[in-house]
């Protein structure tokens, strides 16, 4: 039996939908600290060649997974200093990620236009938006898993649909994705999105291990060869940081960011515009009566839970971490839509669930208008003619679904909502990120502007945190030096000093009184503004000039970079 029927149609919609929510515009988000991190890796594996023991910034980096540094690295050697390239390998892992959720969805489900739909609903999550936008561990991870648990139910379940089902083929592919998921961010992934995926199948959806256990022995052993070479290299040349690589890899589990348990309480609104349905799949008693789709539905809702306690047993908790639970929670989603779909609920409280799920997505689409003429137009960051082109389509989308609404005509919703997301990804999201921007953001890798300050080594006060997002905008390696030590001080000079404070307050005066100074200035890398929970202050810094005092002359304070530069 065929079971994807029609399938090069719906992938095609997939990859276009997938093309406007990762590919368009994927520069305009500003850079965050892990994004740093992995192109400040890759910037050195590349410069160096030494792709066995990476570094960062110059230090052995070898605690993390390497698999995102040496893609980066790749892309870094073709296209240096491209964050719009790196940003396509993020694009590109996300997209595949659609097509392996999607393939999951059709196990799952077999009745048509559902997994599409639940495809749609994954698509439209900001976490997932977000996650492939940027270089990031997790993309990797959760992409991989995905392709290990789609090609896991093709090994257990093929056999109801073809007559030749190809376990070893499957099991071979479900090892390597799943070495290929260690190797990009670590156990975290496998312990909240896979973990909770077998405990739903063992009780819902009991596979048929008849003649599984050898190909699944297959499966651990390819996963194992996939990702435990690195570990073994790692034991065998540098044994003596494999202590700190197993700490960082059980940090999540012993120390980190401690939160309490219910950290995660407001799970279900970073559904985003589909958050009152996701609140609603809650109600289990009400829906298994109703829903067509029974089996995915309870399934995916076990998934949720599942998911949602071993996260909150973690000590170290992130929203960052909500990701695994969009592909279940999406399609639960998808299945009380499929249940408006099919047909307009009798009961009092479907039509009310409905009718405030439609009016909640329309009365956020009108507002859009009101926000970009607040925000954008007035901030001249859109022009006016793109403006009023973007509200009347706008309204035109936040009529159809009013409409619809009144209709009772669930999937006429859902196309607005698809709308509405890829107008926005194509139209807006090259000014979004504008919208938050520190108007005082002064990036420290204008220095590099001066051919005279090009050519002098750069050192930070090494008694205070470097950000990577300093590294990372300077395009070369910030070095620790002591400022106490004076002999290390005397024997890095000439050099560019970064400090926190002024130099009055972090030169003792005994170095002082030896060296001539030159302020460059503050540099404020911070994209976001100060009213910005996120801003860090570690961000601002003093950056001069330190060389040894000439006898002959006094060196006045000088501004080496004009204040207004941007």
């Known amino acids: 039996m065929e079971l994807f029927r029609k399938i090069r149609t719906e992938t095609l919609l997939i990859i276009v939908l997938c093309l406007a929510a990762f590919f368009v515009n994927n520069s305009a988000l500003s850079t965050d600290g892990e994004e740093a991190k992995i192109v400040v890796t890759a910037r050195d594996i590349a410069n160096t060649g030494n792709w066995m023991s990476p570094t960062m910034n110059g230090a052995p980096c070898l605690s993390t997974p390497p698999l ?47 997994a599409e739909l639940a495809t749609m609903v994954f698509l439209t999550c900001y976490h997932v938006i977000y996650m492939g936008r940027m270089v990031s561990h997790d993309v990797y991870s959760i992409t991989f898993i995905m392709g290990a648990i789609y090609y896991l139910m093709r090994l257990f379940y093929d056999r109801r649909y073809y007559a030749n089902p190809h376990k070893w083929r499957w099991a071979l592919l479900a090892g390597l994705m799943f070495g290929l998921s260690f190797l990009g961010n670590g156990i975290v992934t496998f312990y909240a999105l896979f973990l909770p995926f077998i405990v739903t199948t063992m009780v819902l959806k009991r596979p048929d291990m008849k003649g599984r256990l050898w190909p699944l022995l297959l499966t651990t052993v390819v996963a194992f060869l996939t990702f435990g070479w690195w570990y073994a290299w790692l034991f065998t040349h540098h044994s003596e940081v494999t202590s700190e690589v197993l700490k960082s890899q059980l940090a999540p589990w012993i120390t ?99 009718q405030t799920n439609g009016f909640f997505i329309a009365l956020f689409i009108f507002a859009l208008p009101i926000l970009i003429h607040v925000f954008m137009t007035n901030h001249r960051l859109i022009d006016m003619g793109t403006a009023i082109c973007v509200n ?10 009013v409409v619809s609404t009144k209709r009772k005509e669930m999937k006429s919703v859902v196309k607005g909502v698809m709308l509405l997301f890829f107008a926005t990804e194509c139209l807006l999201f090259s000014s979004i990120d504008e919208l938050v921007t520190n108007s005082q953001h002064r990036s420290i890798g204008l220095v590099n502007t001066d051919k005279l300050l090009q050519e002098l080594p750069i050192y930070h006060n090494a008694d205070e945190s470097l950000r990577m997002e300093l590294v990372y905008e300077a395009k070369r390696h910030i070095h620790d030096l002591d ?35 030159m302020r460059v200035g503050v540099f404020d890398d911070n994209r976001l503004p100060r009213s910005n929970s996120h801003y860090r202050q570690e961000l601002v810094n003093h950056v001069s000039v330190l060389r040894l005092k000439a006898k002959e002359m006094e060196q006045d304070d000088v501004e080496a970079v004009p204040s207004n530069s941007q």
């Open 68 to 114: 995102a540094a040496w893609v980066a690295a790749c892309v870094e050697r073709v296209y240096p200093d491209n964050i719009s390239a790196q940003r396509c390998v993020s694009a590109l892992l996300a997209t595949i990620c659609c097509l392996f959720f999607f393939g999951v969805a059709r196990y799952m489900e077999r009745r048509r236009g559902f």
């Open 256 to 354: 980190g960011h401690v939160r309490p348990w219910y950290y995660y309480w407001r799970f279900f609104a970073e559904m985003g515009v589909w958050s009152i349905l996701a609140l609603a799949a809650f109600f289990v008693p009400y829906w298994r009566k109703r829903v067509s789709t029974k089996r995915p539905y309870l399934m995916s809702m076990l998934w949720v839970v599942v998911a949602l306690v071993l996260l909150s047993i973690m000590p170290e908790k992130s929203m960052d971490d909500l990701v695994v639970l969009m592909p279940p929670f999406a399609m639960a989603v998808a299945s009380l839509i499929y249940y408006y779909i099919e047909g307009r609920p009798t009961d009092t409280w479907g039509k009310m669930l409905f």
């Open 483 to 517: 400022l106490k030590d004076k002999e290390a001080v005397m024997k890095a000079l000439p050099c560019l000093l970064v400090t926190q404070n002024s130099l009055n307050d972090e030169l003792p005066m005994s170095i002082l009184n030896e060296v001539d100074t």
């Open 392 to 401: 009347v389509l706008f309204i035109g989308i936040g009529i159809y679904v």
